[in-house]
């Protein structure tokens, strides 16, 4: 009887240890899928970034683009009025 007693406290002791065990790897899992959907949080986040980032690069350089042509557009008028005055101070002369 007495190495019965004896077995079963071996026996309870490591059920206890047992479920001590399972509770800490539930809350290990718990702390894993909190990893987790941390994780995915981040990547929704930067991925947004990117986007955006790419949204006003695009941007960028369009308006780059524009200010180009516009400059272009600037140093043909003023090339045309140099020209121009150039014409006229020419004529004047040949008066």
């Known amino acids: 009887m007495k190495g ?3 077995q079963l406290q071996k026996l309870e002791s ?3 240890e ?8 539930q809350r290990r899992g718990v702390d894993a899928v909190k990893g987790v959907r941390r994780y995915e949080r981040r990547v929704k986040e930067l991925t947004y970034q990117v986007r955006e980032s790419a949204f006003f690069t695009h941007l960028t350089l369009t308006q780059t683009g524009l200010c180009i042509k516009l400059c272009g557009i600037d140093s043909l008028i003023f090339s045309h009025r140099l020209r121009r005055i150039r014409r006229t101070l020419a004529d004047f ?3």
């Open 4 to 6: 019965g007693k004896k």
């Open 93 to 95: 002369r040949t008066w």
């Open 18 to 25: 047992l479920e001590t065990e399972v509770e800490a790897e």
């Open 14 to 16: 490591r059920v206890r």
